[in-house]
């Protein structure tokens, strides 16, 4: 989607005693917070190979960051009887931080995959999962070019059985070629298991045209099959839509771009879901909203401030020890140049910590930009396929690629 690219400074230049910095630091550190600042990132030069191609990384130095980590405010959860549950306050949560373990030095997807024929600028945006051994790969791929973004667009599933060597198996859903249907321009493909009736869920933004992204609406389709096996689909669209930029509830900091992307997870036996809106040119912001069903209806959170900001499509998992875990294309370090992938947390799912993992550029990217997964690989490592820019800008190839990191807590 088409963006102008925006760099922000974060810096800190409040001064402090030593005496009593020190005295703070102890004070902090007892009580297991660190005043709001990040934790330290590593960077690496990834220049040794394996045998698949894949490059290890090699640390030369680290460097502590000064970005705050912030934590969101609380929303009220909505549950079948139409009242209020309040969220804890998350004043205990222990820290968490990513470390770069390996990336790709050649893309995964690029134009010459036999699969990419008909796409004109590549593919972004979606979500990958591994389902009976294969990774599967719900992706949107950018078909037709408008004078400025992306106008037609499709649905593509791939599947890979090492996630390294990718094959595409089918077209999930077209966009419409009416201009200002309200899916002339579709995106961001996320698959939800829904437990309750047995169907995969596939929500996803549809645009009335590509140029300028406006008035974004969130759509759901389920599974024609019932259970796991109906990850392949086909998929049944429902009618209604699930937020509007035409709801007149919309909350203040919410754009003319609409509702621009939407992940669903479960918190108890209630679901949160992100979604995210912008002004299509300054800011991506993301909130909260809730209900007791899968398939809605759904509550905004009313809040005056986003939960999450300089953020678009984050994806949700739950840690083994019920912590909930998101990544999402950060935007807080510039658009095309960005070296850099944004991650949270959160114990239940409604305050939040946001911070950012610092990545060298692959050879072949000009920027990064979209995370697709967070599959657990064991040991505590994490696969995080994204989408990248490559040289052209948004009139280049947009490709897939991945790298491997550790989740480090405290």
Known sequence: MKRKSIRIVFSNN?????????????????SNHLLGMSKKNDFYRLNDFNENNVIIKKKIFSQMKVRGARETNQINLYNEKSTFIKSKDDTSLSGYSLELIEGSDKPLIDQTNPGSVGISHGLECGQVLFYKNNYHMFITEKVISADFGVDLTRFGHWKSSNGIFWKRVGTLKNSTKTPKSPKHSIWSPMPVY??????????????E???NNPHGRIFRAYSKTK???G????????????????????????????????????????????????????????GLVASNRLNGPWKRDEKPNPDFTYCENPIVITLSNGVKFCVYDDLAHGISDCHSIGYG????????V????????????????TPLSFIYEGNDI?????????????????????????????
């Open 194 to 207: 829904d437990k309750s009736n047995e169907r995969w869920n596939i929500f996803y933004v549809g645009y």
């Open 209 to 211: 045209e590509g140029v």
């Open 231 to 286: 990850l392949d689909g086909p998929y049944i669209d429902e009618p209604d839509t699930v937020l509007s930029y035409y709801d007149t509830n919309r909350n203040s900091w919410e754009g003319k771009q609409g509702t621009d992307s939407f992940y669903p997870f479960q918190v108890g036996n209630n679901w949160c879901a992100f979604y995210g809106s912008s002004d299509g040119v300054s800011y991506w912001d993301v």
């Open 345 to 352: 947390y959160s114990t239940d799912g409604v305050n939040w």
């Open 382 to 410: 994490y696969i995080i396929y994204f989408t990248a820019l490559t040289p052209g800008d948004y009139n280049g190839f947009e490709k897939v690629g991945r790298i491997k990191v550790k989740l480090l807590k405290g």
């Open 227 to 229: 259970g796991y096996n």
């Open 354 to 369: 946001q911070k950012y993992l610092s990545l060298p550029l692959p050879k072949w990217a000009t920027s990064i930009r």
């Open 14 to 30: 409040r001064l402090i005693k030593p005496k009593i910095q020190i005295i703070i630091l102890l004070i902090c550190l007892f």
